[in-house]
């Protein structure tokens, strides 16, 4: 959308009356308030997408989501449903932070490995070993 003219004004944001449209609008318009809404909005429905992946801290997921929820805003049709892209995301972060865990576990796994020393892989990949 190029033009603001269906940006919601401060006052209409704290009404928390908009449509999800106009919401879109003012997080186009980079309106924290805007964004802060739909976060209360859809939050409880978008916890159990993230769980499913995340089981320690879906809310972290979410809160995530919404953080760059701006950013995204460039790429989502408005001709589509918000509460399905949004669950995208959300599915996105939460399997990319799941990911993430799993490579952690592996590498605290490899190095709490042996007997009397630990093999550290540094960036380099020229493993070191420690002795104890």
Request: aromatic share 6%.
């Amino acid at each position: 959308m190029d033009s603001f003219e269906h940006v919601p004004t401060h006052e209409a944001l704290h009404a928390n009356e908009l449509s999800d449209e106009a919401l879109l609008a003012g997080g186009r318009a980079r309106m924290d308030r805007a964004i802060d809404v739909l976060y209360k909005r859809y939050c409880d429905l978008l916890l159990p997408v993230a769980a499913r992946y995340v089981l320690d801290d879906p809310r972290s997921v979410v809160n995530d989501v919404f953080l760059a929820l701006p950013r995204h805003l460039e790429t989502y049709d408005d001709r589509g449903r918000l509460l399905p892209w949004l669950r995208t995301l959300v599915a996105q972060r939460a399997r990319s932070v799941g990911r993430d865990v799993r490579r952690r576990a592996a590498r605290h796994a490899e190095l709490t490995e042996g007997e009397g020393a630990l093999t550290v892989t540094p960036v380099d990949d020229v493993p070191v070993t420690l002795e104890e």
